[in-house]
Antibody, heavy 124, light 113 residues
Framework: EVQLVESGGGLVQPGRSLRLSCTAFGFTFGDYIMSWFRQAPGKGLEWVGFMRSKTSGGATHYGASVNGRFTISRDDSKNIAYLQMSSLKTDDSAVYYC???????????????WGQGSLVTVSS | DIVMTQSPDSLAVSLGERATINCKSSQSILYNSNNKNYLGWYQQKPGQPPKLLIYWASTRESGVPDRFSGSGSGTDFTLTISSLQAEDVAVYYCHQYYTVPLTFGGGTKVEIK
């Protein structure tokens, strides 16, 4: 059974850092694009960023609101993707979802598998 | 950035009736080399993550009931629920994955009339 399990969320003060983890089960993790999305309470979905598979070069892309502050990485030996968040702002408060997108010849990154989400609250 | 505009914002439909949700992209999301539209539809119920219903604008994800269908090309797309069931009450989002930044429509809330 395919499963993505996020961990690491919680309450953090503005300006501090936090790292989310996403552990994958049930599919060939190394072949998939791993992405992060977020959803503020009562709001819509926002793309945070993604990392391509190592075999596709491992490039990362980020949304403008997090570029330079957030970093996505992956450990294919452990089937884990990470979202390192630094210089956190109150606007970063949201449920963060880890997703996986299957390999595609054009590099398309449509998320198929979603985790249950991890709540991050940035507040003093 | 590609802006995705969904309509209506909310929709109340009687059980067994048709529900139609529209999504318009600010530029074409049709990739000419493979003739695919880089458009997905997601369903989100309260307290749950989004669930993929449709990708490539019209391909139904495995396990999704056939009352859900997607259509359209270029900049105009539609999600149709042919016969609304009680379990279809949710917010529906369209999503373009043609280019970064990946973007979503604002969502359409579907309720029972």
């Amino acid at each position: 059974e395919v499963q993505l399990v996020e961990s690491g969320g919680g309450l953090v003060q503005p300006g501090r850092s936090l790292r989310l983890s996403c552990t994958a089960f049930g599919f060939t993790f190394g072949d998939y694009i791993m992405s992060w999305f977020r959803q503020a309470p009562g709001k819509g979905l926002e793309w945070v960023g993604f990392m391509r598979s190592k075999t596709s070069g491992g490039a990362t892309h980020y949304g403008a609101s997090v570029n330079g502050r957030f970093t996505i990485s992956r450990d294919d030996s452990k089937n884990i993707a990470y979202l390192q968040m630094s210089s956190l702002k109150t606007d970063d408060s949201a449920v963060y979802y880890c997703t996986a997108s299957p390999p595609d010849p054009t590099g398309a990154a449509h998320p198929v598998y979603w985790g249950q989400g991890s709540l991050v609250t940035v507040s003093s | 950035d590609i802006v995705m505009t969904q309509s209506p914002d909310s929709l109340a439909v009687s059980l067994g009736e048709r529900a139609t949700i529209n999504c318009k992209s600010s530029q074409s999301i049709l990739y000419n080399s493979n003739n695919k539209n880089y458009l997905g539809w997601y369903q989100q119920k309260p307290g749950q993550p989004p669930k993929l219903l449709i990708y490539w604008a019209s391909t139904r994800e495995s396990g999704v009931p056939d009352r859900f269908s997607g259509s359209g090309s270029g900049t105009d797309f539609t999600l149709t629920i042919s016969s609304l069931q009680a379990e279809d009450v949710a917010v529906y989002y369209c999503h373009q994955y043609y280019t970064v930044p990946l973007t979503f429509g604002g969502g359409t809330k579907v309720e029972i009339k």
